[in-house]
Structures are given as C-alpha cells and as structure tokens.
C-alpha cells in the first residue's frame, strides 16, 4: 500500500495521490489531451474548470448514484496538501474505488468516433442505427457505447457482447441504466441552460461493494457540449469542448500521433477562453464566483510548476 501522500498514478489530466488507505486525491492540472495525446502547453485554470464543474454535477446527480466526493475545500485536506495553493480549486478528495474497467460513453447525437464509425459500418460499438443518419444528428434514442479504458493510447469500440464478457451481464446492465439516467439528467438539464450535450462519458467503481460514480462528470473533457441555438446536422458543430484546439491541430497537419506540436500563444489563450466561457454556460455562474471562495491566487503559470514540483517529490 502506498504511503499517505504519494502519487499514486498519473493520468493524461489528473495527478492522483494516496490521501491515507481509502481516499485519493484528484488533481485536475492544467494538461490537456487531444486524440489521446497530451499537448506541451497547459491551458490556464483548465483544471479548476473541470473540477467546478464535476462538482456542479455531482451535486446534481447524487440522487441517481452515489459519487466518490469527499471533500473540495483545501482545507479539508490531509498534509501535505492543504498547504499546497496551487491545489485551490483543482482538486478533490474522493473515496479510492477499483473502478470498473469501461469507458461509460452515452450518445444522443452522431458525432466524433461515433459518426467515423456510423458511416463505415451503420452502426455504433454494434448498435445498429437507421440509415441516412447525418453528422450530428439526433439518435432516435440515446444509446450506450461503452469503449474500453486503455492506459495509453486510444479507448476502443466494444460491442455489447465484447463489454459483457468485460464485467458480466448483471454489471453491463447496470451501468447501461445508469449511463443512461445520468446522460439525461445532464441533457435536460443543460438544454434549461440552452446547450445540447452531444455525448458523455462517467466512469464507475465499488467502494466497499456498492457502485458510485467515480473520476469526472460532464466536463468539457468528457462531454461535448453545443449551443442549441446554432445548432444544424449535417456537419460538425460549434463547441464549448476540445474541439477547437482538435481543429487547430488538424489543420497544423499532425498526425496525431506523438509528439505534438507546440500551441500558440492565441490558441492557447482561445482554449482557456472556451474553457473558462464553458463553466459559466453551464452553471450559469461567472467563473470568478467558483474561484474566489476556493482561495485561487491567480497565477496559472506558477500553478503549473508547483503541480510538477508537489509531483515529482511525491513520486
Ligand atoms: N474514486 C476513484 N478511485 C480510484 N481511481 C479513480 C477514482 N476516480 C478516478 N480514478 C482514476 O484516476 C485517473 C484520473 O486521471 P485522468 O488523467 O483523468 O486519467 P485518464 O488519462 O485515464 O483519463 C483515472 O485513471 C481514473 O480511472
Ligand atoms: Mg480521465
């Protein structure tokens, strides 16, 4: 068992840390990862957006699933952390789950991996699908696609079949219900708001046998939002999400393999913009609002030496 304040594993985004045997500690950097591949230059308060915005929906879900928050306040958390001020605002204290081996994706409308797959084979991690779909179109129906979670490189399709050979058919079932549920709690939810969640994916885990809600929920990172009132199928759509920078990237002709190319300064800037413009469209809060009562200093730059310091004496 690793020892109280050790990193305990590094994911694209989050720095993860033992916080004594049951709890972790998830630290939302500044990374940001684009067709699996973590770009160079991180994106200023990305972090604090993602976890304001977790928050925002664990709150609003709890009463589908229980969730692993234990706390957000800093000064909730063990030493060494609650000293640290570049964790203001970025980081959870969660319950540690061994959390369940899917990607939990739940799809109301064509998009991203789904319509590359739609269009090769009419359907989606084996979902059959009506013909004569277009891009970004509404689904008849939200459906389930859950992807395997590959520690490196790219989640892949599974079919129904494939996932229950995964987790078993009492588990698939579960999460297929509950991936649905809290889809269409965060759709109606953010449509009151004026955004249309394309997709979204949750993961799960057990802590002492019961499933709970685990990592994040309905970031940018893990949901594509739209704005309603722009929106029109038959091509992509303009998004609060990543797919801004992925467009960027596309057309700086990368191969999308690594390395990755270094950001520019305005795309950088226009990243943290859509990011920051994100958490206030969905929580309908100015984002200040969520940085001033968690004590954030301010400094992004500085923010991101500090989290590569704390991690590396912690490693
Ligand atoms: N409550 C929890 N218990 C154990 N592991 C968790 C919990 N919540 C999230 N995780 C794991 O922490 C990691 C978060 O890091 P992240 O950068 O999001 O990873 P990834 O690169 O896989 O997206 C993920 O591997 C996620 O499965
Ligand atoms: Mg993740």
Known sequence: MSGAGQLVARGKVRDVY??????????????????????????PDKGRVLTGLSLHWFD???????????GADRAS???????????????????????VPLECVARGFLSGSGWAQYRE??????????????????????????????????????????????????????????????????????????????DTKFEFGFVDGELLLVDE??????SRYWPADAYAPGGAQPSFDKQYVRDWLDASGWDREPPPPTL??????????????????????????????????GDALGDAAALDRLRKERA
């Open 18 to 43: 033992a916080a004594g045997d049951d709890a972790l500690l998830l630290v939302a950097t500044d990374r940001l990862s684009a067709f699996d591949v973590v770009l160079p230059d991180p994106i």
């Open 77 to 99: 958390f063990p030493a060494p952390f609650r000293d640290e001020p570049s964790l203001a605002g970025r980081a959870l204290l969660v319950r540690r789950a061994d959390v």
């Open 217 to 222: 929920v309905g970031t940018p990172d893990s």
């Open 121 to 198: 084979t009419g359907s989606v991690c084996g979902v059959a699908l009506p013909a004569g779909l277009v891009e970004s179109d509404r689904l008849p129906e939200p459906i389930f696609t859950p992807t395997t979670k590959a520690a490196e490189g790219h989640d892949l399709p599974l079919t129904p079949a494939e996932a229950v050979d995964l987790v078993g058919r009492g588990l698939y079932e579960r999460l297929k219900e509950l991936t649905l549920a809290i889809y269409e709690r965060i759709a109606d939810t953010a449509a009151a708001r004026g955004l249309i969640v394309a």
């Open 60 to 70: 609003r879900t709890s009463d589908l699933v229980g969730n692993h928050l234990l």
């Open 264 to 297: 520019p300064a305005d795309v950088v800037a226009g990243t943290a913009g859509r990011y920051r413009e994100a958490y206030e469209r969905v929580t309908g809060e100015p984002f200040e609002s969520y940085l001033a009562p968690a004590g954030v200093a």
